[in-house]
């Protein structure tokens, strides 16, 4: 046996963490020589381990006679090694059709299906791929050609987690050639796909003509790539832990939406900013990788200091972005107030009433009616509190939301000023100015503005006899 290969498998196995003693393992065993290698090393390993190894093979049915041939190889190798083999043909026609993907992307997704419920089958902690190092510097230099950040250039991961099952790669480092010798001198039969010398798979132009064409200028360019993946996939997992710490201190979660100051998020390194909004918004969509690293700059450029004070995006799949004033706020859409009008609102306020609850608008308000003589004189004492003599207001009064060219003589100023101004001056955020509550009279006078500022009409004073305190809550 080839120490070397079977040494470095379990070393590497170990370092990673791959499983531990007793553990049952899945192996994905297409019948080409990784595969047939993988398994072969996990059986010699599983004996010292007290491993459980069962092989899993997949018929997609695309090569005929040749799936046929692999699929009775499979069969006929797990059985020399006394492994239990679970097996599976696909017909992938209609799936295709009724999912809208292609053959390749419609394989993998039933194949890994298949996998999982074997693993669930058998309690398996972990599924083994064959993935080796020549695969993972194709899929770098793919990624690479088509445009990738960090976590693109990390490549394949060598563990990770799906579905409640570790996903392992035991040959992650080691190369193809390396593979093919162990099978030579193990006697361990292996077939050839005819369908990796098809130039119309981008992973095979990869294979066959781009990085032999580079190696020509760099003959260790399988392995710089390699190296690339590895210290790629560290830092990635860095920065991960990192955004993830900052999402913890410095994000505001509440019900599905995200928020975060914008001096806080400006204040980071560029990498964690982009890191961070990248965090919020896999929290708001399986399908952030349709976010375009355009869209993550024009979100990160809202938070800066001299960025408009209130601005919104459509980021894609689904997810909005906008920034009031200093926060900067991610939510699904559509948003209540920002795309369409929620509809016009109005409660009446009849005199004695004691509560209101205006539901369309989110705030409660609390009535007291009060004889000043019997009651004392009282003030109010927050912006959410106004006092009213009530015999100079005409009933009954209203709660409602605005309307267009609404004003109000605002207490303390010469002349009226429009609502929306008074929003404005204010900051109100723009998705809230819709449905925010304003207090009218029956004649239409508009009397407050709840937190903000009221108006100059039915000022209470000493010869007041009859007064109206309220007081405005907000949710």
């Known amino acids: 046996m080839n120490a070397n290969v079977l040494t470095e498998v379990a070393r590497e196995a170990a370092e990673r963490g791959m499983w531990k003693d007793g553990d049952k393992i899945v192996v994905a065993v ?17 004996g010292p381990r007290r491993l459980r190894i069962v092989a899993a093979h997949v018929n997609h049915g695309f090569r005929g006679e040749e799936s046929e041939a692999e699929l009775a190889l499979v069969r006929a190798y797990a059985e020399r090694l006394g492994v239990p083999c679970e097996t599976a043909e696909l017909n992938l026609a209609t799936y295709i059709e009724e999912n809208r993907l292609n053959l390749q992307a419609a394989a993998r997704e039933k194949r890994y299906a298949f996998l999982h419920r074997i693993a669930e089958q058998y309690a398996a902690a972990s599924i083994a791929l064959a993935h080796h190092a020549d695969d993972q510097a194709e899929t770098v230099m793919m990624r690479i050609i088509r445009g990738a950040g960090l976590g693109g250039l990390s490549g394949i991961p060598v563990k990770r987690s799906e579905n409640n099952v570790e996903l392992i790669r035991p040959l992650l480092r080691m190369n193809k050639s390396d593979l093919l010798r162990y099978c030579e001198e193990q006697g361990i039969p292996y077939c050839t796909d005819s369908s990796n010398l098809e130039r119309h798979y981008f992973r095979n132009q990869v294979r066959l003509d781009i990085l032999p064409y580079l190696s020509r200028f760099n003959p260790q360019l399988p392995l710089s790539l390699q190296r690339l993946a590895e210290v790629a996939g560290e830092e990635d997992d860095f920065l991960a832990g990192e955004a993830g710490r900052l999402f913890g201190s410095i994000v505001q979660a509440d019900q599905g939406e995200y928020a975060v100051r914008c001096n806080e998020l400006w204040g980071l390194h560029v990498a964690l900013q982009r890191r961070l909004i990248k965090l919020i918004l896999s929290y708001l969509s399986q399908d952030t990788e349709n976010i375009s690293f355009d869209g993550i700059e ?14 919104r995006m459509d980021a894609g799949s689904g997810v909005r972005c906008l920034r009031e004033y200093e926060s900067m706020r991610w939510l699904k859409a559509p948003l209540a107030g920002m795309d369409r009008n929620p509809g016009s609102y109005s409660y009446e306020i009849r005199e004695g009433m004691a509560y209101l609850n205006a539901e369309s608008a989110g705030w409660t308000f609390m009535f007291q009616w009060l004889d000043p003589e019997a009651d004392g004189q009282r003030k109010a004492v927050s912006r959410g509190e106004a006092l009213f003599d009530a015999s100079q207001l005409s009933f009954p009064l209203r709660i409602r939301n605005r309307r267009p060219g609404d004003r109000i003589q605002v207490l303390g100023l010469n002349g009226s000023k429009k609502v929306q101004d008074m929003f404005v001056d204010e900051k109100i955020p723009p998705s809230g100015r819709e449905s925010y509550p304003l207090l009218c009279d029956a004649e239409g006078r508009l009397l407050w503005i709840p937190g903000l500022r009221r108006s100059a009409h039915a000022l209470a004073g000493e010869n007041s006899r009859k007064l109206l305190h309220i007081k ?3 949710e």
Do not use: E, I, K
């Open 30 to 46: 297409s019948g080409g020589a990784d595969s047939m290698a993988l398994l072969h090393l996990l059986h010699a390993l599983a």
């Open 298 to 311: 024009r979100m990160r450029f809202a938070a800066a200091p001299d960025a408009p004070s209130t601005w």
């Open 472 to 474: 405005a809550q907000g």
